[in-house]
């Protein structure tokens, strides 16, 4: 490896360790970090990047596609289906639109219709890199603003297609001298017929690869047992179907997206995630310093008018056009806020699309140069708009509308939200809905979603720790929240939502066992609001046991109760006390203490002798015989 | 024959003794249903299909439990709540109990001496029964005399298993017919009909 790889390496890392965790901790986001982390070390800081930037972008740029693969993991083909109004009317109508403001006011300022049109093409564009990044560490991913601006994001990778189809007919220059950039494709000199069948056939392969192909291949390679063979085939795949979608002229990221989307009902889905997500991270983050290195100070100081002008044109051109989209498609002011602003930049596909438009003779240099510069700004200018939307904007109007327009919205307002909908919230589910109590029910396992929906109940999907699903769900008019959720880390994240977001609502919380309890307790759960699902079946039985050795029923029964409630004070205690040993013992030998001192705490109280108080006391007759 | 439904209720039967020698009283004898309301419903659940099937079945109902705080341990009362249901029980329809005969078969610390205007309870036993005898009668009931069992916290082997004899006696009376309801009536206690009675 050569030792200017590792400076370089080195560079980019340090900038991003100092930058990041600063921008973060200013409130930032990390999407500005990187950014600045970029500026700073590229040409206009202390140039130690130089040109090279360009090339490091292009390899960030997977990035991007692994982020869309990722993204097609979590979305049920179902959900997509359920999206495809947003996707083609809300997306359509933003291309369009942008595409023909953008042309209009680019003809207006001089340019050529050809030109012109180009412009407005590539202006139609949004970052999905920024986008989604931002929604996603903001929480946003799930909301309505979330959904809508995914749709378009999504629509936009689509519409590339077409665009690249139609840019080389817009030619007005004579055609610059390619080098090695550029978009080359195998069916580029295919006839029209022939290039669909074989694009139509790369997809349907890809989809086919994913439902069949996929499973015995991750099977046999998780039985290996070797994690990084694993995350290997993984790298493979989603590099293996961007090559491929490269090659037939299609969005890599579309074609990882639609890998990702196939499956998304593997039961490799998780693993995939967590293996796959720290590239995705990571190059991000390269891709968003490379953008931050080739923002050209330098141009931009040259023509501050004009740059700014553009800038300002730009983004108040997308953002009118998204506003007004929003409007149509029912989202609330607050959502539409966050929609037509998260959106308003100009894409790192344009970059390519720029210098394709430039190569092909479309746009003159210094446009191109100007174009490039005030794309990067946008880019740069977005989360800070973003965060002046969310500081300043959202607390003075966001609150006038009432929440819960999702498009998928959950429809009825129930008094009790079930999270987790597994064997402990369904009973309880039950049980209520057998009361006549209206319940929402949320769930994050699909199939069980899709099983429970079939029988007719109202079961919805989705991560129930998401403040917006809640908020969607009716967490504002709700009173109680029963939280069953699979693990103790999502049981506690969600609590952790309620009390921040929700205060008035009532947890109950579903505990596995007695460490389950103790997170519960520790994240402010009332400890007789703590439900471990071994308590009541266990003493039950012992109950049952009692009977059959000869004691009577009452008496056993009132032993159970005692012995539940005197538990439930336990564990109040025990979670107290626990803190000093976690820190000591592991968790087998702390179990094992965990068992020892609720063994004492028994025997000490002497808990029985409550029990064997009144009805005919011994005191009464002692007194009584005294008397004579 | 007659039937004889025993309805019995003590919460903590594993302490009691005079309750406990009383039950033994109704060993062996076909006409007799004890039904033990603690023991089949610890949790107060009354099955009242069960419960109205039982009386239905049985010619007397003896409610034995012994006389906390001046009436029964409380599942009786919730007993009486959910099984004597209006149009079954009692009402204008409810004549399903009609021409049976109720007592109550009580076990008290205190002597009979306590139970009179100058005693320590101040009223009799009879006095604080009045609530069953009326729910007796509103359910077209006979309502028969007690049969109690006083001084308990006092009380001798010997005495219990005199009392036990007592109730033996009472219960084959009434299963084999030689006791009629009538013959009962005119007493304060069912007791005062049994002692000159001969022990069978």
């Known amino acids: ?628 | 024959m007659r039937t004889i439904l025993i309805l019995f209720a003590h919460p903590a039967l594993e302490k009691s003794q005079v309750n406990r020698a009383l039950l033994r009283a109704t060993e062996g004898l076909p006409f007799v249903t004890v039904n033990d309301l603690y023991e089949v419903y610890p949790d107060f659940e009354i099955d009242v299909d069960r419960e109205q099937a039982l009386l239905l079945a049985h010619d007397y109902v003896l409610m034995q439990h012994p006389f906390y705080w001046y009436s029964a341990p409380p599942i009786i009362k919730q007993w009486e709540d959910l099984v004597l249901e209006h149009g079954w029980a009692y009402g204008r329809t409810g004549k399903a109990l009609a021409g049976k005969n109720m007592m109550n078969v009580i076990t008290t610390g205190g002597q009979q001496t306590a139970y009179q205007p100058t005693g320590f309870n101040r009223f009799s036993i009879r006095e604080f029964l009045r609530p069953f005898e009326q729910t007796a009668v509103l359910c077209n009931m006979t309502y028969l005399p007690p049969f109690v069992v006083h001084g308990t916290h006092r009380i001798t082997p010997e005495q219990t298993d005199s009392y036990v004899e007592y109730y033996r006696a009472l219960l084959t009376g009434l299963g084999e017919g030689r006791i009629q309801p009538d013959q009962l009536t005119a007493f304060t206690y069912t007791n005062e009909y049994l002692i000159p009675f001969p022990i069978v």
């Not at chain 1, 995705?280 to 040259?302: C, E, K, N």
């Not at chain 1, 973003?386 to 609150?399: A, D, K, S, Y």
Request: with cysteine; hydrophobic share 50%; net charge negative.
């Open chain 1, 1 to 628: 490896m050569s030792q200017s790889v590792l400076i370089q390496a080195v560079v980019y890392l340090a900038a991003a360790v100092v930058c990041v965790p600063i921008a973060k901790r200013l409130g930032l986001g990390s999407v500005l970090g990187y950014l600045l982390a970029g500026v700073l070390i590229g040409p206009a800081g202390l140039e130690l990047i130089g040109t090279e930037g360009q090339d490091v972008m292009h390899y960030a740029e997977f990035g991007v596609v692994i982020m869309l693969f990722l993204i097609g993991l979590e979305l049920e083909p179902e959900l997509l289906w359920r999206m495809r109004t947003a996707i083609l009317g809300l997306g359509g109508f933003q291309v369009l639109l942008t595409m023909l403001g953008g042309m209009g006011l680019a003809m207006l300022a001089g340019l050529a219709w050809q030109p012109a049109l180009a412009t407005g093409m590539i202006l139609a564009m949004s970052s999905t890199a920024i986008v989604l990044q931002m929604l996603k560490e903001k929480g946003l991913t799930e909301s309505s603003a979330g959904r809508s601006a995914f749709a378009v994001l999504l629509f936009q990778d689509i519409a590339v297609i077409p665009i690249l189809a139609v840019m080389p007919l817009l030619q007005i220059y004579p055609i610059v001298a390619t080098g090695a950039e550029g978009h080359h494709s195998l069916v580029e000199h295919l006839p029209g017929l022939l290039r669909v069948l074989v694009v139509v056939g790369s997809v349907g392969g890809v989809v086919a690869l994913g439902r069949f192909g996929m499973r015995p291949i991750f099977r046999v390679i998780a039985g290996t047992g070797l994690r990084e063979v694993f995350i290997a085939t993984a790298l493979l795949l989603v590099v293996g179907v961007a090559l491929l979608m490269e090659l037939v002229g299609l969005s890599p990221a579309l074609g990882a997206f639609v890998a990702g989307v196939v499956l998304a009902n593997s039961e490799y889905k998780r693993e995939l995630e967590s293996d796959i997500d720290p590239f995705r991270g990571l190059l991000l983050g390269l891709f968003f310093i490379a953008v931050g290195t080739s923002i050209d100070i330098a141009l931009i100081a040259a023509n501050v008018g004009v740059v700014m002008g553009i800038v300002l044109t730009i983004m108040v051109l997308k953002a009118a056009v998204l506003w007004g989209l929003g409007g149509r498609f029912k989202l609330g002011t607050d959502q539409n806020l966050i929609f037509s602003l998260a959106l308003c930049q100009v894409g790192e596909f344009a970059f390519v699309l720029l210098s394709f438009a430039q190569q092909n003779g479309i746009l003159a240099t210094d446009t191109v140069g100007l174009l490039t510069a005030s794309v990067a700004l946008t880019m740069a200018l977005t989360p800070v708009l973003m965060l002046v939307n969310e500081r300043w904007l959202l607390p003075r109007l966001g609150t006038r509308d009432k929440p819960g327009r999702t498009e998928d919205a959950v429809e009825e307002k129930n008094p009790v939200i079930i999270a987790g909908f597994g064997p402990f919230g369904n009973t309880v589910g039950r049980f209520l809905r057998a009361n006549n109590v209206g319940t929402t029910v949320l769930d994050m396992d699909s199939d069980r979603v899709d099983l429970l929906r079939k029988i007719g109940l109202k079961v919805y999907y989705g991560d129930a720790s998401r403040y917006d699903l809640l908020r969607a769900a009716g967490a504002d008019d709700a009173r109680l929240i029963v939280v069953a959720l699979d693990t103790t880390e999502q049981s506690v994240e969600l609590v952790e939502t309620v009390r921040k977001h929700f205060p008035h609502l009532q947890i109950l919380a579903r505990a596995m066992d007695w460490s389950d309890a103790y997170e519960l307790v520790d994240a402010q759960v009332p400890h007789t609001r703590v439900y471990r699902e071994t308590l009541d079946t266990s003493v039950r039985m012992g109950v049952d046991v009692l009977r059959e050795l000869g004691v009577r029923a009452y008496h056993a029964q009132r032993a159970a109760h005692l012995f539940i409630k005197q538990d439930l004070t336990h564990l109040d205690e025990l979670a107290r006390v626990r803190h000093d040993e976690k820190l000591y013992f592991n968790t087998t030998r702390r179990q094992l203490r965990e068992i020892e001192q609720l063994m004492e705490f028994n025997e000490k109280n002497r808990w029985l002798k409550e029990i064997n108080d009144g009805w005919d006391t011994e005191t009464l007759r002692a007194e009584v015989k005294s008397i004579k």
